[in-house]
């Protein structure tokens, strides 16, 4: 958030409200839960580290915005550093996988069902993107971003279904004798579990 | 639930493929009900008897034991013929890969299956003037199936699934052939056709389709492994999805 806003700035020095419109803009439905405050709490945080520096324009007395903030040298150095950086959010399978490892070794919970119930919930979260993309108007910037988020939740949910597989230890051969006969007993019991989950969807 | 107002129901759907040895279940004992205007998904990996499930809802094969209702009628002790004509009037269908008449215009292809459900000249044109326009391809109604890229194909293989107002719509991967622009497209006119309280069953492998559904079930060796109403859970904000703390 720190490094959109001082990029944001190198255009040209902004108003608070005005780098707040841009924001909203760019990131359409993503950006609804923004708190209004945040952007302001963002170039405070900025102006302390000193990478921009903030200047009372002669605007109208009665406006409450009346400030601008502009980029130092050391805003301007951190938005090049930050452009060339190919830093990238890691994604986080290993827990999940955990989560399944020790839910089976222990036999605390069923890991077949542990991914089902993951599954709906990227599944709710996937259509709740899906109606988002649907009600955007033509054009948006926003859609491009919708749509990353779209393409992150099918992975994810193409990994599940490997999850699935692997661990029902159907039509997979390369599964050991032994892992078969306890993933064998899991379904059972998987399937009472679910026929109790239909009674929750409805 | 009330039964009568199920569009689709089936019990205890057996449908076995071969003989003898060599005899495969595809469906086995399925129970299912589709209320009118619900839009229901089923996902699950080939050969899971999806595809054969969604034929016997719409009467193209016949179950090996079980029962088939459409809107209160029993549709698998049907003859041939009454068979065919419950199709034509209550079942549009939408395949993967399309299934036009490539010697008809889109608007012919269209028109078709009002005609062939006994309907005049005018009135099966008008109507699919209609459908084109609402899956926005009034401009190509003139085009042959091969000058339309795969979603518009597609888009009129929908319009053709509604000539005749059927009862329920039944699509087998209808996106399975479609790149993202091209499915968004085929979405944004099943979510319209669902606001419309329209009726659908689709079989698909793309989660974006089973996430515009109201309800996905998922089969597994021809049987049903869970069961999930995806509409009307509470929304918790799109921002939770990205990270924009700091």
């Known amino acids: 958030m720190q490094d959109a806003v001082l990029a944001m700035l190198a255009k040209e020095p902004s108003h608070g409200y005005v780098l707040r419109a841009r924001l909203r803009q760019s990131l359409g439905p993503l950006g609804e839960s923004m708190n209004p405050g945040q952007i302001y709490v963002t170039l405070s945080r900025l102006e302390k580290a000193g990478l921009v520096v903030c200047e009372r324009a002669d605007g109208l007395p009665e406006r409450p915005d009346r400030k601008v903030y502009a980029l130092t040298p050391a805003g301007q150095q951190r938005v090049t550093a930050w452009l060339t950086e190919v830093g990238w959010p890691k994604p986080d399978q290993a827990e999940f996988h955990l989560k399944l490892v020790a839910a089976a070794a222990a036999r605390l919970a069923d890991p077949v069902e542990l991914v089902a119930a993951q599954r709906r919930e990227l599944l709710r979260r996937l259509r709740e993107v899906q109606q988002a993309i649907l009600a955007e108007p033509a054009g948006s910037k926003a859609l491009l971003l919708l749509e990353g988020v779209v393409l992150r939740l099918q992975?994810?949910?193409?990994?599940?279904?490997?999850?699935?597989?692997?661990?029902?230890?159907?039509?997979?051969?390369?599964v050991d004798d032994s892992r078969v006969d306890d993933s064998r007993a899991?379904?059972?019991?998987?399937?009472?579990?679910?026929a109790d989950d239909r009674v929750e969807g409805a | 639930m009330n039964e009568s107002s199920a569009v689709v129901r089936v019990r205890g759907l057996v449908k076995e493929h071969g003989q003898g040895e060599s005899r495969v279940r595809a469906v086995d004992e399925v129970d299912l009900e589709v209320p009118e205007g619900q839009m229901l998904a089923v996902m699950g990996p080939s050969g899971c008897g999806k595809s054969t499930l969604l034929h016997l809802l719409g009467g193209l094969e016949r179950p090996t034991r079980g029962e088939v209702w459409l809107a209160g009628q029993r549709i698998d002790t049907l003859g041939e013929r009454a068979l065919a004509r419950m199709r034509r009037r209550s079942v549009g269908f939408v395949f993967q890969a399309f299934h036009l008449v490539e010697e008809l215009s889109a608007a012919e292809n269209v028109e078709l299956p009002a005609l062939l459900a006994g309907r005049s000249l005018r009135e099966a044109r008008r109507r699919a003037g209609v459908l084109l326009?609402?899956?926005?391809?009034?401009?190509?109604?003139?085009?042959?199936?091969?000058?339309?890229?795969?979603?518009?194909?597609?888009?009129?293989?929908?319009?053709?699934?509604?000539?005749?107002?059927?009862?329920?719509?039944?699509?087998?991967?209808?996106?399975?052939?479609?790149?993202?622009?091209?499915?968004l497209d085929v979405l944004r006119i099943f979510e319209e056709l669902r606001s419309a309280g329209q009726t659908l069953v689709i079989v698909t492998h793309d989660e974006r389709v089973a996430a515009t559904s109201d309800r996905l079930v998922s089969m597994r060796d021809g049987m049903f492994v869970d069961d999930t109403r995806l509409a009307g859970s509470h929304p918790r904000g799109l921002g939770g999805l990205i990270g924009l703390e700091g």
């Open chain 1, 155 to 174: 992975a994810d949910l193409r990994w599940l279904e490997a999850c699935e597989r692997a661990w029902s230890g159907a039509d997979d051969p390369r």
């Open chain 1, 186 to 194: 899991d379904d059972l019991r998987a399937n009472d579990l679910r």
């Open chain 2, 133 to 183: 326009e609402r899956v926005g391809l009034a401009g190509r109604a003139r085009h042959l199936p091969s000058e339309l890229s795969g979603g518009q194909r597609q888009r009129v293989a929908i319009a053709r699934a509604l000539a005749n107002q059927p009862l329920v719509v039944l699509a087998d991967e209808p996106t399975g052939n479609l790149d993202s622009a091209a499915t």
